[in-house]
């Protein structure tokens, strides 16, 4: 079956633009999670969906980022007025609740801020 | 504040050697620790897991090796191949709602 997708795959953006990023988890999977991986860092975790409510958003690095999933499928990650420090690969990842060891990752969306 | 540290950054290893990576955390509420597996231009993957209530777990090659006390978890690869070359990555959770996740291991196994 599908995997995690997301979209765009790459993103190049000017200063001050807003930005959203798009993750379409596996069917059925109602846990959803967030991160950024800025070059030659680890993962960051942004925030957690469980269906459509997102019970964790501690992650988030300021008011300029925001995300909704509507459906209990697609995610959309938003950052307004990005900033040069914005620029790395968010990753998506799903999993099914209950079982939410095991995190499917899509394979990301870079963006470069310039 | 860093919870989960991870060591070293980059590793080179001969095939059909060990490669080891280490991680240390400091919050004693996790209890659940992967090792995840990252090649260029992919997601991360999930290669193994371990609960705090065991001190080893073996899966094929892979290994992690758990110490409480020391609050420090490793993962061993045994036999490496050129083909485990990738980044690999430790994390720690206590409610399967947030992961930590260390800097990341880039491993080399050379021919």
């Known amino acids: 079956g599908a995997g995690v997708s997301q979209s765009p795959s790459n993103k190049v953006t000017e200063k001050g633009k807003d930005v959203e990023l798009r993750c379409d988890p596996i069917?059925?999977?109602?846990?959803l999670y967030w991160y950024r991986q800025s070059l030659g860092q680890g993962l960051e975790f942004l925030i957690y969906?469980?269906?459509?409510?997102?019970?964790?958003k501690s992650g988030l690095p300021s008011d300029r980022f925001s995300a909704e999933r509507t459906g209990g499928s697609v995610s959309t990650l938003t950052i307004q007025r990005t900033q040069q420090e914005d620029s790395a690969v968010y990753l998506c990842a799903s999993s099914f609740f209950g079982a939410q060891e095991t995190q499917y990752f899509g394979p990301g969306t870079r963006l470069l801020v310039l | 504040q860093q919870q989960v540290k991870q060591s070293p950054q980059s590793l080179i290893v001969q095939k059909g050697g060990i490669s080891i990576i280490n991680c240390a955390y400091e919050?004693?509420?996790?209890?659940?620790f992967p090792w995840y597996q990252q090649f260029p231009g992919k997601g991360p993957a999930l290669l193994i897991a371990?609960?705090?209530?065991?001190s080893e777990k073996k899966e094929g090659r892979f290994t992690i090796s758990f110490n409480k006390s020391a609050k420090q978890f490793s993962l061993h690869i045994m036999d490496s191949q050129p083909g485990d070359s990738a980044t690999y990555f430790c994390a720690a959770s206590f409610s399967l709602n947030k992961f930590y996740f260390g800097s990341g291991t880039k491993l080399n196994v050379k021919p």
């Open positions: 919050n004693t509420a996790f209890d659940y």
């Open positions: 969906f469980q269906g459509n409510s997102a019970p964790d």
């Open positions: 069917s059925g999977h109602t846990a």
């Open positions: 371990i609960r705090p209530d065991v």
